[in-house]
């Protein structure tokens, strides 16, 4: 069984994520980490870098300062899932100070899924704009982490796949870092994917998630956190 790529992408026929399909995923070395970050504030005030821990009541759809842009995630234990789909986006309401930033999350990822960042996205479009890093858990023992671009269509920048004896990918860290041209993925805070592209300017600020779900096991996303480049 393949991933498919979101609606619009399906629709040419291309597989997005899948064993046999063009565009088989990046992954790095899992490792697991026990626990979950906590986001702390300065002295000085809120941080203008938007983030969200996802702790609070369970609402579905996603609540807080997300706007559904393909189908719907919902808000379940204190994480962020799939609630229709089988592929759903949403955008943070909240624009980022800058398009050179680093955009992070904690996902547990089962078989025959992925989970998608997205920067330097294109504010109130939704259907899989800007850069995105992605983790997919392809079936079997493979694991994939793909750095990708969304113009004209899905289009690779870069990969690494890892082994993952269990099929599932455990809870792990992924990390979108954009710097003018310079970008990378980090998993787990091990740069894997190391890429240069000038298609999006770093005057683009949007911010988005998304998941391909093709699994009913437990899957979700959870401490979704933007920064500057440091």
């Given at each position: 069984?393949?991933?498919?790529?979101?609606?619009?992408?399906?629709?040419?026929?291309t597989p997005l994520?899948?064993?046999?399909?063009?565009?088989?995923?990046?992954?790095?070395?899992?490792?697991?980490?026990?626990?979950?970050?906590?986001?702390?504030?300065?002295?000085?005030?809120?941080?203008?870098?938007?983030?969200?821990?996802?702790?609070?009541?369970?609402?579905?759809?996603?609540?807080?300062?997300?706007?559904?842009?393909?189908?719907?995630?919902?808000?379940?234990?204190?994480?962020?899932?799939?609630?229709?789909?089988?592929?759903?986006?949403?955008?943070?309401?909240?624009?980022?100070?800058?398009?050179?930033?680093?955009?992070?999350?904690?996902?547990?990822?089962?078989?025959?899924?992925?989970?998608?960042?997205?920067?330097?996205?294109?504010?109130?479009?939704?259907?899989?704009?800007?850069?995105?890093?992605?983790?997919?858990a392809n079936g079997?023992?493979?694991?994939?982490?793909?750095?990708?671009?969304?113009?004209?269509?899905?289009?690779?920048?870069?990969?690494?796949?890892?082994?993952?004896?269990?099929?599932?990918?455990?809870?792990?860290?992924?990390?979108?870092?954009?710097?003018?041209?310079?970008?990378?993925?980090?998993?787990?805070?091990?740069?894997?994917?190391?890429?240069?592209?000038?298609?999006?300017?770093?005057?683009r600020t949007g911010?988005?998630?998304?998941?391909?779900?093709?699994?009913?096991?437990?899957?979700?996303?959870?401490?979704?956190?933007?920064?500057?480049?440091?």
């Amino acid at each position: 069984m393949s991933l498919l790529l979101p609606k619009r992408l399906a629709a040419a026929g291309t597989p997005l994520i899948g064993r046999t399909g063009p565009c088989s995923i990046l992954p790095g070395a899992v490792a697991v980490l026990p626990g979950r970050r906590r986001i702390y504030r300065t002295r000085g005030g809120a941080s203008p870098w938007p983030s969200d821990d996802f702790n609070r009541a369970n609402a579905d759809p996603l609540d807080g300062n997300w706007t559904a842009r393909i189908n719907t995630w919902l808000l379940e234990s204190n994480t962020a899932r799939r609630s229709s789909g089988p592929y759903a986006e949403a955008e943070h309401s909240v624009a980022l100070p800058s398009g050179d930033a680093t955009i992070s999350a904690r996902i547990l990822c089962k078989q025959f899924m992925a989970f998608y960042l997205y920067g330097r996205y294109v504010a109130g479009t939704g259907n899989c704009t800007g850069y995105s890093a992605i983790v997919s858990a392809n079936g079997g023992t493979l694991g994939i982490l793909v750095l990708a671009k969304w113009v004209p269509d899905y289009t690779v920048l870069g990969r690494y796949t890892f082994s993952e004896p269990a099929g599932d990918i455990p809870e792990s860290t992924m990390e979108l870092v954009m710097n003018g041209s310079d970008l990378s993925l980090k998993w787990n805070g091990t740069t894997r994917v190391t890429v240069s592209d000038a298609t999006y300017a770093n005057s683009r600020t949007g911010a988005a998630i998304g998941v391909y779900d093709n699994y009913t096991g437990e899957s979700w996303l959870d401490t979704w956190q933007t920064g500057a480049v440091t």
